[in-house]
């Protein structure tokens, strides 16, 4: 019987097989599922129902569109919080070669990882023979220009007064607090980071990036910002935020202003270009006019196909009633 | 076992596996053991086997390579991207597998650990059933299966008879009788058996289940053979069960893997859908697109790198090894690389989605109540899932009649004895009837020819009586109940009964008839010459209570005509046909008297054909020739076969669908083109060219005038149909149709004429022929010749998908030839539906069959596989466009993670949903509109222009993703608070609303229930972003559709019209017959 009970019967759902068996029923269940009646909701694309749908799309993109065009052209006016950017062009971030040269434990202060650091930093691992903390492309080629904004008041005072750049509260939290952390140990950050190097690029080794603790080592947030890479080749990352002081005066009152930029970073080589933007911005973050455009256009279009299928429908069923008669 | 055992020749079996005598030396011979083994794989061999079998696949074998090179070679991606999905993808088959295989072994070990009683030195022994050998004497008892194949020794009957009944094997759930050889009937206690010295010569195992021929050689002590032959009447088939019998001693001839069972088991052929060829085409084009992206990248690469500051700007430096790797090989691996980033362009999981839609899908067809049918308690059955979208894809369908096309459920209507007309009619009783049984005559025939007539009817035929009370009281007739493999019989023997001759049945050899005066008479019954398909006819040869030898003889009226005394034909012969063009099926009955030397002859040649061991089927079919000549014609019978419910409206639903019906019968011409009008293949309107030997042997030289007669067909055919075979769907509603009728021996006239090459124009020309009628009608055909025509149609130009239905054991050989076979759970047996893909109740189901599951499933897979290349390519053509940003470097936008679980979870789980549950078109319609099945005839949906479209579409997604996102980045910052996003967060926005995307997609083509998953995106401005370009992606689909359906809308207003006035003219149901009535809808298309 083995034979004729055949496996793949049972697998493909037929009945058990009982040859002269006891005449259970073999009535298929009379189930919604089973008989694929179940209920169904059939969004139907027809004019009737895709019409409304245009005009309705297009009375709601257009304003939405708008909103978010004036409130991307509004960012102009220098109130609330400023962000300051640097930009770079025509720079690779993006570069595989880049982007995996860095090594996440380490940065994450992996003990082990801070002396044998993980051989994607090649070729920016060891220096020398010590192990280069830290590692890799990204963060030998960090961005180490300076900028510093000047404030010139008014033509009565004409020494330029230093405006206020915060730098701590610009990087991501999960970075500053989960990804990147000081490699553990008692003493000094220069304690903790012995038997390593600086990075060949730099000036000074990891633990001298800031005077303040908490902004220092591989938590200092010039150094996160830069090891988040870029999506483009023509980029910007935050540099500085300049915090709104009272609610009386804007942040950035109307006047001249000095740009006084330390120049270390070499562009022209790659034929790069370097820019700082000063930016503020609003609930749906910093100027575009591109998604308000791009709400416009579809909403207008949305609301110009819906015209012509209007036309277009409206033709047929003349059409075809001519035809009927 | 044995494999290098040859299956020519014969085994010798010695029964108990004693020396024949003490002086000869018992030789053991090797035999296979009786372990039945049906599983694929062992605990050992699972996984290097299995694992062998899937790499077999192009698919899963082109990722190992990617895997392999990814784990070689330095490439963006991890080797788990595309280690992970294959291994899945191995896992889930290789657990299917395993399963199905499990199974397997569970059923075989139930089998081959059953016990069995095994006599040994006269003891009854207790052994598993796998250890049961060759020679070995085996007790069954009442409602056991046997074993093995066994030769009955002796049962607990005097007559050495047992009933078996077959149902497992081919379904039929009668009783068969089999009988034990003469010389050991009496050995029916261990003791006794033990004595038997007695060897078997029989042929080597071979599969038929009804054929076997072999011969005991019995030694008693005089040590002289006694020779009996030995054929299927003795042969005990393992899988049978013993009933109505309390015990049998039988003899293993075949063991294990040699029964006839196990060799019936193997050798089904596996049958591939079309869909799959395309999905291979499929295949073929996306790689191409995978290395033309792949070797732009690299062509692009190298021109960007040529400037030495973009090669390896100062803060990205190569390290020592890539600046010394050669050039040559360096871009080598980087096409090997950009192949790896793009080989996600190949979806991986498809072969197993489509796989589990297939299989899981296949549930509904047996789940649907629709083809639950009351009498037999049964449904619908799937034996393949393998091919349920081909179901919506046939072209031709081939059905039988018998039993297909009508019910198989003979009555008796009436006879003519000697050309006097009897009628009997159920319904009213007839106080003037002579007898219990109503009966009208028009006028009488001689008394004496018609108690032969009747007596005829009583004693020729293989039926069975069977007592529903358990108490064995033959002296109550009224309990009997007929039983027989032909129902033809039983309605000509409860024909008789109705006369006033009542078959009481057999016993001891003799059949008792009991006759109009209530006298109980006994013949003796010497010899069956049973039917064959090839003889149309039947024969017994009895000994009269006078002592007269008489054959009576019943047969088709062409098999029977020519063997009889040619005075008296006429008067018969008109009645005959004037049945036949009634839809009854004819049958003559002759008798002849055999002089008692005459017989001793007859009787000895017959026992010697019987015993020969080689080629018995020709030397017996010669002697049966030689008796079946000079008798003479009594009269002919007519039993109706009723249509089966709904034929007529299935065959116009079909032909309306635009499918091809033909009907290929073994019937006679008359019946089986009356049948063709009453289920409307043929309408009154239909001109019919016929291809018979009617008109054929009008001339001398039959091949001159079949060759006239093509080529006569051809031109006015072609006359008609001036155009090609393309436009003739629609030709046949404004053209006058035609139909063609051709019988078996024309067919093989034309198949195989003559060597020369004419033979072959004869072919072309008759498929010219058959291409441009509307029904084909094929009469006389031998099983052969039906799977004959079916491959000739299945290799025609542009391959034709071919479905054959048929329910008896002769239409076995067409649906295994055709693509996709049906088996009607039928009153002739179960082999057509055991060897079938698909079996139903009744032939009404194939409409919703075809029209209902067929369209959905087609359309569902071909939806399904579509949406894979089309997921896939949106997929990935971000990433190929993202090169052209990160100096082709083969940065992959999206994290592993993503790339890993695309084609996993992200994507797979609602197309599968989808493709089970999507409904297009409502169930209703599609059975009610046949039309909507051309819709999609010739892989309509999977052919370069849908292709095309969808790819086209996925291209235009995938780029409104990427240079959406690319715009929306241009920003200082998305988020409120000024921080700025990486590459990674590129990436994953472009997924989100690829997901999404993909995800709403089938939303569009109607959808049912599904279930969304949530992605995390902090920013109001991105989600703004998603929706907008969700839209925009989706935007000119929504677009085309709604400009097809404001069109189809139109066009169905037009045709509702059209429809409401054709419903003026009323349609009749099937009867009265002969009525055009399809034509009026199959002009509005």
């Given at each position: 019987m083995a034979m004729n009970c055949n496996p793949k019967d049972e697998v493909d759902g037929g009945p058990p097989c009982a040859p002269g068996g006891a005449a259970k029923t073999r009535r298929p269940d009379n189930t919604a599922f089973k008989q694929q009646r179940l209920p169904a909701w059939q969004p139907i694309l027809t004019a009737g129902t895709v019409l409304p749908t245009f005009f309705i799309v297009g009375l709601i993109f257009i304003p939405i569109g708008i909103g978010i065009f004036v409130t991307s052209n509004n960012i102009r006016e220098i109130e609330g919080n400023v962000f300051m950017y640097y930009g770079l062009s025509n720079f690779y971030q993006n570069h595989r070669r880049y982007v995996k040269s860095r090594d996440d434990s380490q940065l994450n202060g992996d003990p082990s990882a801070l002396h044998n650091p993980s051989k994607e930093c090649e070729p920016y691992r060891r220096n020398e023979d010590l192990p280069i903390a830290p590692c890799g492309a990204i963060a030998n080629s960090m961005f180490n220009d300076t900028l510093e904004l000047f404030l010139v008041s008014n033509e009565s005072d004409p020494t330029p007064k230093p405006i206020r750049l915060q730098r701590k509260g610009i990087a991501w939290w999960t970075d500053k607090h989960v990804k990147f952390r000081n490699p553990p140990g008692e003493g000094t950050l220069e304690e903790k980071f012995k038997g390593t190097t600086k990075p060949v690029n730099w000036p000074n080794p990891v633990y001298m990036l800031d005077s303040e603790e908490d902004n220092n080592g591989f938590i200092n947030e010039d150094l996160i910002v830069w090891m988040r890479?870029?999506?483009?080749?023509t980029f910007r990352k935050l540099y500085r935020l300049i915090e709104r002081t009272d609610d009386l005066h804007p942040t950035l009152p109307a006047g001249q202003y000095f740009l006084n930029i330390t120049y270390n970073y070499p562009v022209h080589s790659f034929d790069g270009r370097k820019r700082m933007i000063l930016s503020t911005i609003s609930w749906m973050g910093g100027k575009n006019p591109f998604l308000g455009i791009a709400y416009i256009t579809v909403g207008s279009i949305s609301f110009l196909l819906g015209v012509v299928l209007l036309v277009i429908n409206h033709k047929y069923r003349n059409s075809s009633n001519t035809a009927d008669t | 076992c044995a494999g290098e055992e040859k299956r020519v020749g014969t085994r010798t079996v010695f029964v108990g596996n004693r020396p024949l005598s003490e002086t000869e030396t018992y030789v053991a011979q090797r035999f296979c053991d009786n372990r039945i083994v049906s599983s694929k794989y062992t605990l050992w061999n699972f996984l290097p086997k299995n694992l062998f079998e899937q790499f077999r696949r192009i698919a899963n074998f082109y990722f190992l390579i990617i895997f392999l090179v990814q784990v070689t070679v330095d490439t963006p991606t991890s080797p788990v991207t595309s280690g992970l999905p294959l291994f899945f993808v191995i896992t889930v088959t290789a657990i299917k597998q395993g399963y199905e295989d499990w199974l397997r072994h569970r059923a075989d070990n139930e089998v081959n650990k059953s016990t069995v009683y095994i006599i040994e030195n006269a003891k009854r022994v207790k052994k598993e059933s796998e250890k049961i050998k060759v020679g070995d004497v085996v007790e069954v008892q009442a409602d056991e299966t046997f074993p093995c194949d066994l030769i009955l020794l002796s049962s607990c009957t005097t007559d050495g008879t047992c009933y078996v009944t077959t149902a497992s094997l081919d379904g039929e759930s009668n009783c068969k009788t089999y009988y034990a050889v003469r010389d050991t009937i009496a050995l029916c206690t261990a003791e006794s058996i033990d004595s038997l010295r007695a060897a078997i010569e029989c042929e080597q195992p071979q599969p038929d289940l009804y054929k076997f021929v072999g011969r005991i050689n019995i030694y008693s002590n005089s040590l002289e053979a006694v020779a009996r032959s030995l054929g299927p009447e003795n042969l005990l088939l393992k899988g049978a069960t013993l009933k109505n019998t309390k015990k049998i001693y039988g003899v293993a001839v075949y063991t294990g893997m040699e029964t006839k069972m196990a060799l019936n088991y193997q050798g089904k052929s596996q049958k591939r859908s079309a869909v799959e060829k395309s999905i291979n085409a499929f295949l073929i084009v996306y790689l191409f697109i995978l290395l033309t992206k792949a070797a732009v990248c690299t062509t692009l690469k190298y021109i960007w790198q040529s400037t030495p500051y973009n090669d390896e700007p100062w803060y990205n430096q190569k390290t020592q090894k890539e600046r010394e790797t050669f050039k040559v090989l360096k871009m080598f691996t980087d096409f090997l690389s950009f192949m790896v980033l793009f080989n996600f362009i190949i979806p991986v999981s498809m072969y197993v989605t489509v796989e589990m839609q297939k299989f899981l899908g296949s549930f509904f067809i047996s789940w649907d109540k629709d083809f639950y049918d009351e009498e037999i308690n049964e449904g619908a059955l799937v034996n393949t899932s393998d091919l349920n979208e081909e179901l919506g894809q046939v072209d031709y369908v081939f059905t039988d009649k018998t039993g297909t096309l009508t019910e198989n459920s003979m009555e008796f209507i009436e006879c003519c004895i000697d050309g006097h007309k009897y009628r009997s009619e159920t319904q009213e009783v007839d106080g003037l009837s002579q007898t219990d049984g109503p009966l009208t005559f028009f006028d009488k025939a001689d008394k004496n020819r018609e108690e032969l007539f009747l007596r005829a009817l009583c004693l020729c035929h293989t039926v069975e009586t069977k007592t529903n009370d358990a108490v064995d009281g033959a002296t109550e007739p009224a309990e009997l109940t007929y039983v027989s493999s032909s129902p033809d019989e039983i309605a000509l023997v409860k024909g008789a009964k109705k006369f006033g001759f009542t078959f009481l049945g057999n016993r001891n050899g003799l059949m008792r008839v009991e006759n109009q005066r209530k006298e109980v008479e006994e013949y003796e019954l010497l010899h069956t010459l049973n039917f064959d398909a090839v003889r149309r006819r039947m024969s017994v040869i009895v000994k009269t209570p006078g002592g007269d030898i008489l054959l009576f003889c019943k047969g088709a009226d062409s098999a029977v005509f020519p063997r009889v005394h040619n005075h008296e034909i006429e008067l018969t012969k008109a009645h005959v046909e004037r049945n036949a063009m009634d839809g009854y099926r004819t049958l003559c009955v002759a008798f002849k008297e055999i002089a008692p030397d005459d017989y001793e002859r007859i009787d000895r040649q017959l026992i010697e054909a019987k015993m020969a061991l080689q080629d018995r089927e020709e030397k017996l079919e010669k002697v049966f020739d030689d008796i079946e000549t000079n008798m003479n014609l009594i009269g002919a019978t007519s039993v109706e076969d009723k249509l089966q419910d709904q034929a007529a409206e299935t065959i116009e639903a079909l032909h309306a669908a635009g499918l091809k019906v033909w009907v290929l019968t073994g019937d006679k011409m008359e019946t089986a083109k009356s049948t063709c009008y009453a289920c409307r293949l043929f309408q009154t309107s239909t001109e019919l060219l016929e291809l018979t030997t009617k008109t054929i042997e009008e001339s001398e030289r039959k091949e001159d005038r079949l060759h006239e007669l093509l080529i006569e067909y051809r031109k006015k055919l072609l006359h008609e149909f001036p155009k090609s075979a393309r436009s003739l769907k629609k030709a046949w509603t404004d053209h006058q149709e035609y139909g063609l009728i051709i019988d078996g021996s024309t067919l093989s006239l034309i198949l195989n004429s003559s060597q020369d090459s004419r033979s072959n124009n004869y072919k072309n020309i008759f498929l010219q022929i058959c291409m441009k009628c509307t029904a084909v009608l094929c009469c006389r055909m031998a099983p052969l010749q039906k799977a004959q025509i079916v491959r000739m149609v299945k290799n025609l130009k542009g391959s034709p998908i071919t479905l054959s239905i048929g329910d008896g054991a002769n239409d076995v050989s067409m649906i295994l030839e055709s693509h996709v076979g049906i088996g009607i759970?039928?009153?002739?047996?179960r082999q057509a539906a055991r060897n079938s893909d698909y079996s139903v109740p009744k032939f009404k189901h194939l409409k919703k069959l075809l029209l209902a599951h067929g369209h959905l499933y087609y359309v569902r897979i071909a939806h399904l596989v579509q949406y894979f290349f089309y997921k896939n390519l949106c997929f990935i053509l971000p990433q190929f466009l993202y090169q052209f940003f990160c100096g082709f470097s083969q940065q992959p936008l999206y994290d592993a993670a993503y790339l890993t679980m695309y084609n996993i979870c992200f994507t797979s789980l609602p197309i599968l949903a989808y493709s089970l549950l999507e409904q297009h078109i409502h169930i209703d319609t599609l059975t009610s509109d046949p039309?909507?099945?051309?819709?999609?005839?010739?892989n309509a949906m999977l052919q370069l222009g849908p292709f095309l479209y969808w790819t086209f579409l996925a291209a235009f997604e995938g780029a409104v993703f990427f240079f959406g996102t690319y715009f929306l980045f241009h920003t200082a910052s998305l988020e409120e608070n000024g921080k700025v996003y990486g590459n990674w967060t590129f990436g994953t926005i472009v997924f989100t609303v690829l997901v999404f995307t993909v995800t709403l997609k089938p939303f569009l083509k109607q959808q049912r229930m599904y279930f969304i998953f949530a992605q995390m995106l902090s920013s109001v401005s991105t989600w703004l972003a998603v929706i907008l370009l969700i839209f925009i992606s989706l935007f000119p689909e929504i677009l085309l559709i709604v400009l097809k359906n404001v069109r189809r809308r139109s066009a169905r207003r037009n045709l509702n019209c059209r429809r409401a006035s054709d419903s003026l003219s009323t349609r009749p149901s099937v009867r009265p017959l002969l009525l055009r009535t399809f034509s009026d809808d199959s002009n509005v298309l």
């Open positions: 890479t870029a999506a483009l080749p | 759970k039928g009153k002739e047996g039309r909507l099945y051309m819709k999609i005839s010739g």
